[in-house]
């Protein structure tokens, strides 16, 4: 299993440009989430979802956006850059159901985004 | 309450001698509780879990010690090596929760 995967690994943008980041996992895994995580900081929940087409916002929501429409994928959508989301990108996946309840969410490399 | 904006907080300790990590929780109703390692460019790694009918379990070199009295958990790692370097993030789960909601993280220098 290659686990949760990201793409891209870098990414530059300027401001006002848009772009999607890729997030997948093979692990049937039905909770997903997207993370984001500043310099020297801990872990702030963008978006997350329960399963296929159900999404919900996290703690810092705004200026992004999501689909789920697969159990494998989870894309996170910047639609227009600001610098404030400058910041390295992480998706996470677990699996959490009926008497089997893990909840250990297992982490991308991350993307590391800049915007100018 | 939710993980803030604090700037992380450091533990130094010589290679070779025990570490402890602390973290409180925030709510009453958490019932799962994690530990994370991240190195440096990397994305968060499970080390240890615990149950709150548990109050203390161990792994290989790492034990995790809670006190749901004072809503307290703490990573301890034995003979602590220059690869246990990295920030360390508890994370708790309130079993009503469809998330968990991650501390601020402690950052760990091994001093060889």
């Known amino acids: 299993n290659a686990g949760v995967t990201q793409t891209p690994k870098f990414r530059i943008l300027k401001i006002g440009q848009s772009m999607t980041l890729q997030c997948t996992q093979d692990?049937?895994?039905?909770?997903m989430y997207w993370y984001r995580q500043d310099p020297g900081m801990g872990l702030k929940l963008i978006y997350y979802?329960?399963?296929?087409?159900?999404?919900d916002k996290g703690e810092v929501p705004n200026g992004y956006n999501v689909s789920r429409s697969t159990t494998e994928d989870f894309p996170l959508r910047l639609e227009l850059a600001a610098p404030s989301q400058t910041s390295v990108y992480f998706c996470?996946?677990?699996?959490?159901?009926?008497?089997?309840?893990?909840?250990?969410?297992?982490f991308g490399p991350g993307t590391r985004l800049t915007v100018l | 309450g939710e993980s803030v904006g604090l700037h992380l907080p450091t533990l130094s300790v010589q290679e070779g001698d025990n570490s402890i990590i602390n973290c409180a929780y925030s709510?009453?109703?958490?019932?799962?509780f994690i530990w994370y390692k991240q190195e440096s460019g990397k994305g968060p790694q499970f080390i240890i879990d615990i149950r709150s009918n548990m109050d203390k379990r161990q792994g290989q070199r790492v034990t995790v010690l809670l006190n749901k009295t004072v809503k307290h958990l703490s990573l301890q790692i034995a003979a602590t090596q220059p690869g246990d370097s990295a920030v360390y993030f508890c994370a708790e789960k309130p079993w009503s929760y469809d998330k968990v909601i991650f501390g601020p993280g402690t950052s760990l220098s091994v001093i060889p």
């Open positions: 692990m049937n895994h039905n909770y």
């Open positions: 709510n009453s109703a958490s019932d799962y």
């Open positions: 979802s329960v399963g296929a087409g159900i999404t």
């Open positions: 996470a996946s677990s699996y959490s159901g009926g008497r089997l309840r893990t909840d250990t969410q297992y």
